[in-house]
C-alpha cells in the first residue's frame, strides 16, 4: 500500500505503507520488508546469494534483502560490512 505525501505510515498490522512521492527503489524496500513480517528470526538467515529468506532472516539478512529490492545491493552483507556501506550522512529517503 502507499500513503500520500513523503512519510511512510505504519499499519495496524505492523507493516509500512509506502509514502507515495518516495522514488520506487524507496516503495521496493519498503514492501520487499513488508514481505517478511511473518517470517521468523534465524540466525543466517537470508544470506545466500540467492537472497532466499523463505525460512526466515537475521537482521543483516533483512536489510539486504530490502536493499535487494531496491536493485541497490547485488550480495548480502553482514553486519561488519554495513557500517561501511553507502555513503555517511542523512539520506534523502
Not at 522514488?23 to 520488508?33: E, L
Not at 543466517?44 to 537482521?59: E, N, P, Q, R, T
Amino acid at each position: 500500500p502507499e500513503v500520500p505525501g513523503d512519510k511512510a505510515v505504519l499499519q495496524a498490522d505492523g507493516t509500512a505503507a509506502a509514502p507515495a512521492n518516495a522514488p520506487d527503489q524507496v516503495k521496493q524496500a519498503i514492501w520487499a520488508a513488508n514481505s517478511m513480517q511473518k517470517l521468523p528470526y534465524l540466525y543466517g538467515g537470508g544470506h545466500s546469494l540467492d537472497f532466499d529468506v523463505s525460512k526466515g532472516a537475521d537482521c543483516s539478512g533483512t536489510i539486504s534483502f530490502a536493499l535487494r529490492a531496491a536493485e541497490v545491493l547485488d550480495a548480502p552483507l553482514p553486519s561488519g560490512p554495513f557500517m561501511r556501506w553507502g555513503e555517511k550522512g542523512k539520506g534523502e529517503w
